[in-house]
């Protein structure tokens, strides 16, 4: 293990900068912070693109980093920021598990994670193959922490980390999807931001809030009471 | 690339364009008809091409069309135009309700095509990647549609429909990219025809079987999501319910048919790698689940829409159950099954929506006597209904008796399970829709004419598909179905 190059080490350092970025959204609860935490998130697989890019020589991934530089570091972030100023949000209700109950869990996941990936991680022969088990764990606590969250907003930041697991998953594996492909999944993301940026506000313009706590009527019981 | 797949995917793609340019002028659902007819033209010449030609790959191996997929697409073109008509009175009304506003009916229109411009990407595409985009585009394209209305009801119909979804999807990602690095593994550093299905389905073989296995379970989770399997299913009776009827109509007919779709493509990769029996009993697994599950909950329901919802979850469990089934047979019936479905599933809703209408609300206690004021809305439900529960002689009966069959041979021990489910579901929804079609009148007159023609075009060809299947389509689902067989 002597001779393990500084590049990979910084690999590592990247797969490990993020399992911690993804343990701090857990225990995160301003949404603001939320935000910053995912640009942050972004810019480190921006880095790890870019060691990639430069250790293997595989032109693609500076594009694909490019596209990572302007959708997830700049694009994403200041428009949740202005949706988040807009709409007056900035604190999450107390999550449904409190937050060190939600680490516990989170410990338990990322064991889970490397264990599922093994046979994966075995397989691969890229470079930075122990890192799959980190981005399973990744897109795994991105799910807890959609689960856990009532505020529509962190549930959809859940959501983009979620992805951002996904995309570093595909990179440590395989070097990154083709480039047709990513590009279509960097356009649904954003997409996807927009019509939620449409959505919340219909969402406050009907409840005056956006606690997703509102949109529970439509339970099984409800609908047999009969209401609307 | 071929002239009649750039013509059918170019035109739903313009008539996006154009109805997002154009806005809300008068003659808006009429260029929205238009669209889908020249779709649906395009998708008819494909066909020809196809079943004359045999199959298709173009434009650098990035599409690809063979008998599986050339009759979904006629199939979503055909539910597309037919849509399109019922959803020009349709929406006509509800404008003069006051329940849109011209600016959302232009959104209507636009996201109309959108949507099925993603439907038609999907089942053409041969790049396993491309199809994920289509897929999560799709739901895009339609989150806001179920919001149109923008009641409290809908909005959480939207947030619900977008987070399962995306969820889901995320999951078949993460299977998508399995598939990728299994394939590059296989064929070697090729990057972009590493994602081709053709290229795929040539090394299947060599393909690891232990990532396939993984990737396949993320694939049913997230296509399955789609599909409206359970437990995944919560999103798809609030989002049929909440949302414009025509929207109902193309969800159930069209966007299940589809995912269904990714999800076999799937399991034949994935079949040829493993050698075992473990997608065969996966599927079969979760669509008896979701028969199950749908048919319990068909009884507590109390909106029409949301009681037609459900049912479409327990039709996409027979479905995904008869794929699972594999076999000439099974797999024919279950095409044959997707096709009546979707057909008469749209005509039920198109008939529903118009009930609604009428009578002001969607709930089946306060809908009452559509037989005096309109016989051919009573009759369309009624007949609609009779049709999805599988009576004879209409074309659900002929699929599900197939599918009873072969369960009968293959799987003995599911066979009382489906049999239960099917009477249930009859007890069920026979008994609310009958005092619906007769009875006391509630309702009042609409402004606008109801397009019925669709109602029972769609339970015409139904009827005929029980009674004759000619001999073209049957060597088409034939085709077909050896495809997915792998042979």
Partial sequence: MSAVPLTLQLLNFCAALLLLLSFAMLSQRRVVNLVNLLAVQGGVLLLATLLLAARTGQHHLYLSAALTLGLKVILLPWLLHRLIRRLGVYWDAEPLLNISGTMLVGVLIVVFAFGLAQPISQLASTATRNAIGIAVAVVLLSFLMMITRRKAMSQVVGFLSMENGLFFGAMSATYGMPMVVEFGVALDVLVAVLVLGIFFFQIREQFDSLDLHHLEALREEAAERGED | ?487
């Fill in chain 2, 1 to 487: 690339m071929s002239l009649e797949l750039l013509i059918l995917l170019a035109t739903p793609l313009t008539g996006a364009l154009t109805l997002g340019v154009l806005g809300a002028r008068r003659f808006a659902p009429e260029l929205n008809v238009g669209f889908s007819l020249l779709t649906f033209l395009a998708a008819g010449a494909l066909a020809v091409r196809v079943v004359a030609a045999g199959q298709l790959l173009v434009a650098h191996e990035q599409f690809f069309i063979d008998a599986f997929n050339v009759f979904l697409v006629t199939l979503t073109a055909l539910v597309g135009l037919t849509t399109a008509i019922f959803s020009r009175p349709y929406m006509r009304v509800e404008l003069e309700h006051g329940r849109v506003r011209p600016l959302q009916l232009r959104l209507y229109h636009s996201m109309y095509q959108l949507f099925m411009t993603t439907m038609l990407v999907a089942l053409t595409t041969n790049n396993m990647g491309l199809l994920w985009v289509a897929m999560e585009a799709a739901t895009l394209s339609t989150v806001l549609l179920v919001t149109l209305y923008r009641t409290a009801a809908s909005l959480e119909a939207g947030w619900k429909y977008f987070i399962l979804c995306g969820v889901g999807i995320a999951q078949a990602l993460f299977g998508t990219i399995l598939l990728y690095f299994a394939a590059e593994h296989a064929i070697g550093g090729e990057g972009v025809s590493a994602l081709l299905w053709t290229h795929l389905n040539g090394v299947k073989g060599q393909l690891e079987p232990a990532v396939l296995s993984l990737a396949f379970v993320f694939l049913l989770v997230g296509y399955g999501t789609k599909a409206g399997l359970a437990p995944l299913h919560n999103w798809l009776p609030d989002a049929h319910a909440e949302g414009p009827t025509p929207i109902s109509a193309v969800l159930s007919g069209l966007l299940l048919n589809v995912a269904i779709y990714a999800v076999v493509r799937c399991k034949i990769l994935v079949e040829g790698s493993l050698h075992s029996a473990l997608p065969s009993q996966m599927l079969m697994g979760f669509g008896l689940l979701s028969v199950v599950v749908a048919v319990f909950l068909l009884w507590r329901q109390r909106d029409i829409k949301r009681l037609f919802a459900y049912s479409s979850i327990e039709h996409m469990g027979i479905i995904t159950f008869a794929f699972g089934m594999g076999g000439a047979v099974a797999n024919f019936a279950a095409l044959l099954h997707m096709t009546v479905h979707s057909l008469t599933k749209s005509a039920i809703f198109f008939a529903a929506g118009h009930a609604a209408q009428k009578a002001g609300t969607q709930l089946m206690d306060q809908i009452r006597g559509l037989i005096t004021l309109s016989p051919t809305i009573g009759w369309g439900l009624m007949m609609g209904s009779l049709a999805i529960l599988g009576m004879p002689p209409f074309g659900v009966f002929a699929s599900e008796f197939l599918i009873l069959t072969t369960a009968m041979r293959e799987q003995p021990w599911a066979t009382p399970i489906l049999l239960a489910a099917l009477a249930v579901a009859f007890a069920a929804i026979f008994g609310r829709v009958q005092p619906m079609v007769f009875g006391e009148t509630t309702a009042k007159r609409l402004p606008h004419p109801p397009a019925l023609l669709p109602v029972f075009v769609h339970l015409g060809l139904v009827l005929g598909l029980g009674l004759y299947i000619p001999p073209y389509l049957a060597d088409w689902y034939r085709a077909a179905a050896r495809l997915i067989g792998g042979g």
